[in-house]
């Protein structure tokens, strides 16, 4: 079938809002009608080559929406079944997913590449296979995806508001709550307020954190994360580390969860002189995969026994972090309508794009018309 989507052919270029063919789903695939997209940084990665693809290439992985139509053998879901789309899949039975670390499932491995394991692709372009981000493309209005990237939720959930599960929320939250093991009493470090650090500070205020400390140049985002939770806020990194250590008479942050829109050497720098003896660094923002972006003295590191971390979907499991996020919604104690700065049409998403460069948006959501 046809879909309008949003393709990049070029790094530096905006957008273009194409139409792409949908292949019908094969074994375990599903068709899905995306509600909702998130706009989350990580796609503006492919915008500028930090992450690079080939292209065209079909952007969007943070989604959710309604199963319209399914393949021989699909059991996890069913045709009217409304869903969140994790960015990266869970079989349920590699060794990763065994033991509870469904963020590593081995059939994520060409998320970015953005076809199928078997080297299969749910869409063309033109006439030709083309990629899709996180093998979801959810900034296409239709899209064929492996069941395993569906999490189904209840009916009565607002997708336009669920679709934050599918990325930003799973990966802040977890950063705190399940990467970075917030303890009740904790002073913690966020850098960088966005999508995902928002929810790094909301699952560390979750977890009973005693201090939280949001760092971020720009002052409406501070701000925000005030609102969620943050009990301080700096500027910078460096004032950051200081107020960590005058809040705790001198001993430093437990941890510090960089949540950044382009990682760098200074806030991993900045984010190992906040820690205390024994505390963690969660890294979770991302740059360019050849940036040598972590520069530390091993020697402080083994003295201090200083811990760094990466962290995947905030280590999260699809199946079951999902619904208990969503859970946490409906009982009113994590906040997701707030994080929603502005929706957009498809048509509008460079727009989106613009406004999340220049610091405006928490998230930008785009709401698909069919
Ligand atoms: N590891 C994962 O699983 C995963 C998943 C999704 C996104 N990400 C990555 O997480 C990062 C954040 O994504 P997002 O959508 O929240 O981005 P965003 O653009 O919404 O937010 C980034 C924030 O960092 C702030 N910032 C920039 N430089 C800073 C500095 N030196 N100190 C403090 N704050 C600074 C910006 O002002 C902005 O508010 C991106 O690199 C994205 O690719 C990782
Ligand atoms: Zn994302
Ligand atoms: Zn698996």
């Keep these: 079938m046809k879909s309008k989507a949003a393709v990049l052919h070029e790094v530096g270029k905006p957008w273009a809002i194409e139409e792409v063919e949908v292949k019908e789903p094969q074994a375990n695939q599903v068709l899905i009608r995306y509600v909702a997209a998130g706009l989350c940084h ?29 393949g021989p053998g699909v059991s996890r879901v069913a045709v009217g079944d409304h869903v969140v789309c994790a960015f990266i899949p869970s079989c349920g039975h590699c060794r990763w997913c065994a033991n509870g670390m469904q963020s590593l499932c081995d059939t994520g491995a060409t998320i970015l590449a953005g076809h199928f394991p078997d080297g299969s692709y749910a869409f063309q372009f033109n006439g030709r296979d083309t990629g899709a981000m996180c093998m979801l493309g959810t900034f296409s209005q239709y899209a064929t995806i492996h069941e395993t990237s569906c999490v189904k939720i209840d009916d ?35 850098f960088g307020v966005g999508g995902i650090g928002a929810n790094a500070v909301q699952g560390a205020s979750l977890a009973g954190a005693t201090n939280i400390i949001a760092v971020d140049p720009k002052a409406n985002k501070r701000e925000f994360a005030e609102e969620l939770g943050a009990t301080h806020s700096a500027a910078d990194g460096a004032a950051a580390g200081e107020l960590a250590r005058e809040l705790t008479m001198g001993v430093g942050a437990d941890v510090a969860i960089i949540t950044v829109d382009v990682a760098t050497e200074e806030v991993v720098s900045e984010a190992a002189a906040a820690i205390r003896k024994a505390g963690m660094i969660v890294l979770t923002g991302l740059a360019h995969p050849e940036a040598l972006t972590v520069h530390l003295s091993g020697t402080d590191v083994t003295l201090m026994r200083k811990q760094i971390k990466g962290s995947l979907f905030g280590d999260c499991n699809p199946t079951e972090d999902i619904k208990k996020m969503l859970a946490l919604y409906r009982s009113g104690k994590l906040k997701l309508d707030e994080l929603i700065t502005r929706q957009y049409k498809l048509e509008e998403i460079n727009q989106g794009y613009d406004d999340l460069e220049a610091g405006e948006n928490i998230r930008g959501v785009i709401i698909h018309a069919h």
């Design 156 to 190: 009565d959930l607002p997708l336009e508001v669920a679709v934050l599960c599918g990325c930003g929320v799973p990966t802040g939250w977890g950063s705190a709550v399940k990467a970075g093991n917030v303890q009740v009493g904790d002073t913690v470090v966020v």
């Design 42 to 70: 990580s796609d503006m990665h492919l915008m500028t080559g930090d992450l690079p693809v080939e292209m065209p290439y079909i952007g969007g992985h943070e989604g959710a929406g309604v199963i319209e139509a399914v």
